[in-house]
């Protein structure tokens, strides 16, 4: 029987955000459920963010210096292959549900006047959509209507209003609906992309989950450390990056991104007891991950931003049901989203693509050691489309935008950060966790820019650089040359 295959998305959700996890306070029973039922990463990360850039690497396999989508808006090559692209090769038909945040690459279309070219939330080629989360999200809009409420507000005050709604009308029971209504229809093994727009803010959860979790209960985020380098004091200043001063707020904003983690969590679980009730949870491979984190108050910040731990680190599950065996079981290598895309390719018996910068995580879904594994998670983060609006003319700071990006090697015991104006950090994070302890200790920094070194020198395109030209053809390299190969 072929496989079905149900990939999905929560935006913005912290990797710490499940109790399984040992989480204190937010609750996520069906998440938990399915990390019984499978094989949770426990140390799993987004190679970029925000939305656009995170997403490109969760669907291409590569690192963002690879793939280059820098911001929402930078257009994807047309010349990478993607999760849906190697989907269609595999013979499915993928089918998505929500957005996928990709421009598309503007030398693919003769026409200037092409609306996909005057948006961020275009669709990743491959995929037929089947229910469109897009820009105003017209469909839940519509559906809204007719039930009786008020629609007559933007896609931002849609979401921030939630609260006012039962959670039977909300954005993710929406797309829950749609996905279950559209499996109910298939009679044979089938791709389904989930991309759910929770917990991304507005910070309000739909109807009771609103009021889920009392304020004062959840906690304290990381303090700003007492000296911060001059990017976090600029990310400190901007208004869609600092946090709410007052703490009443910053609570209120902590129960409400709780809340929606909890409700897209129920959401979750109803579509584990569709698949069980038909007959599928036994033939359905189920992926579930984020495109980026949220700081929710850390180091004064909010939204994901920089290179801080919590902006990137992400849920990360896997439930294939031939490996029963595993099921269960807790990784705690570093895994990264670029992982995503070979996975589904060994899932699938597909060829992982020569672009790829990922590696397959079946061999931890089957139980068996990796020969070789990395010793460290890599993200980086481009901020040269937050600073454009606040630097509108020609000054310095817009000639120089291709130093405005940092990236981050985060190892076992430290956290190497390089700027790309030359300027460094690196934080001793064996001795504090909280990412707010320095060393400038000369050996350990040395070693750590050396690492990152070389890992950009070891993951630096290389399509073509299996092949070589020689008597008798161009052919690839003889296969004992490379362990890729």
């Known amino acids: 029987m072929k496989l079905n295959v149900l990939l999905i998305t929560l935006d913005q959700f912290r990797g710490d955000c499940l109790s399984i996890a040992g989480h204190p306070v937010v609750k996520t029973p069906n998440l938990d459920r399915l990390a019984q039922q499978g094989v949770r990463f426990a140390r799993h990360y987004s190679q970029a963010s925000p939305c656009g850039p995170g997403r490109a690497s969760l669907y291409t396999g590569m690192y963002q210096m690879n793939h280059r989508v820098v911001a929402n808006g930078t257009p994807l090559d047309a010349s990478f292959d993607n999760v849906a692209l190697m989907a269609r090769r595999a013979g499915y038909a993928p089918a998505l549900f929500g957005y996928t945040d990709q421009s598309i690459d503007p030398r693919v279309t003769a026409s200037p006047d092409d609306p996909r070219l005057s948006t961020y939330e275009g669709v990743l080629p491959g995929f037929d959509c089947e229910l469109d989360l897009t820009q105003q999200f017209t469909p839940w809009r519509e559906w809204l209507q007719a039930q009786g409420f008020n629609t007559d507000m933007g896609i931002g005050r849609l979401l921030f209003t939630e609260n006012e709604r039962p959670v039977e009308a909300s954005v993710s029971t929406f797309l829950t609906n749609e996905l279950l209504s559209w499996i109910e229809k298939q009679d044979q093994g089938w791709f389904a992309h989930a991309s759910f727009i929770r917990p991304h803010p507005p910070y309000s959860a739909a109807g009771e989950y609103s009021t889920m979790y009392d304020p004062k209960t959840v906690g304290d985020p990381i303090a700003v450390a007492e000296n911060v380098h001059p990017f976090h004091e600029i990310m400190l200043s901007l208004d869609g990056t600092k946090a709410p001063t007052d703490p009443d707020e910053l609570a209120q904003m902590r129960a409400q991104y709780f809340g929606m983690v909890s409700e897209v969590d129920a959401q979750l679980g109803r579509i584990w007891d569709a698949l069980e009730t038909s007959s599928q949870w036994e033939n359905t491979v189920v992926l579930v991950t984020a495109d980026h984190a949220e700081l929710l108050g850390d180091h004064g910040l909010k939204e994901k931003v920089g290179y801080w731990e919590t902006s990137q680190h992400i849920v990360s599950i896997i439930r294939d049901p031939r490996h029963t065996d595993t099921h269960g079981n807790v990784v705690e290598h570093f895994t990264e989203n670029i992982d995503i895309m070979p996975t589904l ?141």
């Open 345 to 485: 390719c060994d899932v699938l018996g597909q060829q992982v693509p020569a672009q790829c910068d990922g590696l397959p995580l079946t061999p931890f879904i089957e139980g068996i050691e990796p020969p070789m594994w990395r010793d460290a998670a890599h993200w980086e983060y481009d901020w040269r489309s937050s600073l454009i609006p606040v630097y509108p003319h020609d000054t310095p700071w817009k000639r120089h935008l291709d130093t405005m990006n940092l990236a981050v090697r985060r190892s076992e015991s430290y956290a190497y950060v390089q700027f790309g104006d030359g300027d460094w950090l690196c934080f001793d994070i064996a001795a504090d966790p909280t990412w707010r302890t320095e060393t400038k200790d000369s050996e350990i920094v040395m070693r750590q820019a050396q690492a990152m070194l070389q890992w950009r020198m070891r993951n630096t395109n290389r399509e073509l650089t299996g092949f070589l030209a020689q008597d008798g053809g161009t052919g690839r390299w003889p296969t004992n040359m490379s362990w890729r190969s």
